[in-house]
């Protein structure tokens, strides 16, 4: 029955004997050394009557007396117990909660009467679903447990902690059969109902976090709906991952996406080479064009305004000046020439002789 | 008074014999059925220090909620499909007595609860489809409803056994082996294709920088040669117009003075010219002038 373990929560270890005087049913051994105690006690005392005479039994009496005093105290005294910062206790008298003590030294009714169940009601329990952790940083993967299917019927793998803490402990005791199972088993059941309306690809990437609070939400009101009296404090996915079978798939698909931005950006180094050039090149080409635009223009002012001063000064002697230009001209120009002067009334003949090959241009006049 | 003393003794033990005989404890996480050589009496549902006669003998119940877990049950969807569930059920004892007389004790009615439940799971989810139980098809809140019709009608079913049926929770409902692979290999399509339409969006991206670019780039010198050639056509045009008003002056001149600059320009170091001598330049060359 439930509280066969309640002596394991006396400060006090051991029951004095013959403390279980008043009550002891349901607990067969107790009733049994009691009486046998007893029946010790007063067989001493019949025995005595026979040998001693009167002075005997007086004797026995006082140390009856002595020995029952004893015992009653030291029964009282089991009812002390010393409740821990972190923990609550459970009064229970013959089985009925009757109160709730918080951190501190306090004292019971002694068994059978009162027992006490202390709880750690501010430590944090944790549990894993997915895996199992070993504690020395092994870790199991349990796939009946982490596979679960998502809204558009792909398969993910997923672990989780759920970390939760005794929220009351009146419920906690008294509302459910076994905490954790309870946990777990709420736990399985609203992953699956969240991972069951979501994408794949948001469970894998952006909707990690959403995935978190709805389960919590969602384990929190089961839990709630059972008055477990438990408070789920953090859901924290661990390990979010597509099945081992298609998981090479999956890398390919980030290496692809990759892929798609190194080729985005090469072609984007290849456009921030040949826009500048360009750019470049067509400001040499404005440039280039404006060089040259002062080159004709000056080059035009300059060479009309040499032909007017020539001019002007032509004017003065035209016939002299034009004379003099021309054989001007024509010394430089015959200077550097190879000559070959032929008379006009041979020239029909002799022409086709002349080995024009060695020159690079031939004028006639 | 030795012998008044040893008998008050023995009474004394008897006493506490009968006393605990004839009472017992419910803890707050039971109820307890009292029976008479094995017949139901009375039923306590209060925790704390209760009597009955020394005789009489103490079935205990838990009074708390509690949690059976069954196997996976197969189930065919209404789409002949065949899904593993794995459910479990939140249960209460609500009659010790109904429960005794069908089961006598609480594992026993436990199982019998477990019969009704999978045949319920199985009568409720075999009315949809495969996807429909898996994702909520249409639905979002498809399972929660599926799972209240489960509850709602186990508890129907177990109402004689003198226990409620709380709640059940489907808490896997799984592929089996060969619908797993199938969905692995369409998995596998569907990140192929997945793959290979990122690749071809990079290429895709890619071509158009390019292309962009140049484009950009011919826009640029396009637009330079045009304004390059008007600035050059601008220079041009001056300076015609330059020359034209100086040589109109005297186009005459001009042509002799440019025919000149023409020679001079024109014939270069080693010209072979072959020359009559009766030409203006050796009009003096034959004869000593006139």
Do not use: C
């Amino acid at each position: 029955m439930p509280w066969n373990d309640n002596q394991s929560n006396n400060p006090w270890g051991n029951r004095p004997p013959g403390g279980g005087g008043g009550g002891g049913n349901q607990t067969p051994p107790d009733i049994e050394e009691v009486i046998k105690r007893l029946q010790e006690r007063f067989g001493g005392i019949f025995g005595g009557k026979g040998g001693s005479g009167g002075n005997a039994p007086d004797i026995g009496k006082g140390l009856l007396g002595g020995i029952a005093v004893i015992a009653l105290l030291l029964w009282l005294a089991t009812g002390l117990y010393v409740v821990a910062a972190d923990e609550e206790a459970v009064v229970l008298r013959f089985g009925q909660h009757t109160d709730t003590k918080g951190p501190g030294l306090n004292w019971h009714l002694p068994y059978p009467i009162e027992t006490v169940e202390k709880l750690p009601v501010t430590r944090v329990q944790r549990l894993g679903i997915g895996f199992r952790d070993f504690g020395d940083g092994r870790v199991r993967k349990i796939p009946q447990e982490s596979l679960m299917l998502t809204r558009d019927e792909n398969i993910v793998d997923i672990s989780f902690i759920v970390q939760y803490k005794i929220k009351s402990v009146e419920n906690y005791l008294f509302n459910i059969d076994n905490a954790e199972k309870t946990v777990r088993g709420a736990a399985e059941s609203a992953i699956r109902e969240v991972i069951g309306r979501t994408m794949i690809d948001d469970v894998l990437t952006t909707k990690k976090a959403e995935v978190e609070v709805e389960t919590q939400d969602l384990i929190q009101s089961i839990l709630d709906s059972y008055q477990a009296g438990i408070s789920i404090a953090t859901v924290k996915l661990q390990d979010v991952q597509p099945p081992e079978r298609v998981i090479k798939e999956f890398k390919d698909v980030a290496s692809a996406r990759e892929d798609k931005e190194r080729a985005k950006n090469e072609a984007q180094t290849y456009a921030n080479d040949i826009i500048p050039n360009a750019r470049g090149e067509a400001k040499k080409m404005i440039l280039d064009a404006e060089g040259y635009e002062k080159e004709v223009v000056e080059r035009a002012i300059g060479e009309a305004d040499r032909f007017n001063q020539l001019l002007k000064a032509y004017r003065q002697a035209p016939d002299v000046t034009r004379k003099r230009l021309y054989i001007d001209t024509m010394q430089e120009v015959m200077a550097k020439t190879d000559k070959t002067i032929i008379d006009g009334s041979i020239a029909g003949q002799i022409l086709p002789y002349l080995p024009l090959d060695r020159a690079g241009k031939v004028e006639v006049k | 008074m030795s012998p008044k003393l040893s008998m008050a003794g023995i009474l004394l033990v008897v006493a506490a014999i009968v006393a605990s005989m004839s009472t017992f404890v419910v803890d707050q996480r039971e109820q307890a059925l009292v029976l008479q050589f094995g017949n139901p009496k009375n039923v306590v549902t209060t925790a704390g220090l209760h009597f009955k006669l020394p005789w009489q003998s103490v079935e205990y119940f838990d009074r708390r909620l509690l949690e059976s877990d069954a196997l996976p049950n197969e189930v065919i969807t209404k789409d002949k499909k065949s899904i593993l569930v794995d459910n479990y059920t939140r249960w209460r004892i609500t009659d010790p007595l109904k429960v005794y007389q069908v089961a006598r004790t609480q594992t026993g009615v436990a199982a019998r609860m477990q019969d009704v439940v999978r045949g319920k799971v199985r009568e409720v989810l075999g009315q949809h489809t495969l996807h429909e139980i898996v994702s909520g098809g249409d639905n979002a809140n498809l399972r929660v409803e599926l799972m209240r019709t489960i509850q709602r009608r186990a508890h129907d079913g177990v109402k004689d056994y003198g226990i409620e049926v709380v709640d059940v929770r489907i808490k896997r409902a799984d592929l089996p082996q060969e619908n797993s692979e199938a969905v692995f290999q369409r998995m596998k399509a569907e990140r192929n294709r997945i793959a290979k339409e990122y690749r071809s969006e990079g290429e895709e991206a890619a071509r158009e920088i390019r292309a962009k670019a140049e484009k950009d780039v011919k826009f640029v010198l396009a637009d330079a040669y045009k304004n390059a050639q008007i600035i050059r056509g601008h220079a041009d045009a001056k300076a015609t117009k330059t020359y034209a008003s100086a040589h109109s002056r005297d186009p005459n001149f001009y042509a002799f003075t440019r025919s000149l600059e023409a020679y001079k320009q024109s014939i270069t170091e080693g010209t072979r010219l072959v020359i009559s001598p009766e030409s203006e330049f050796f009009r003096y060359f034959g004869k000593s002038g006139k």
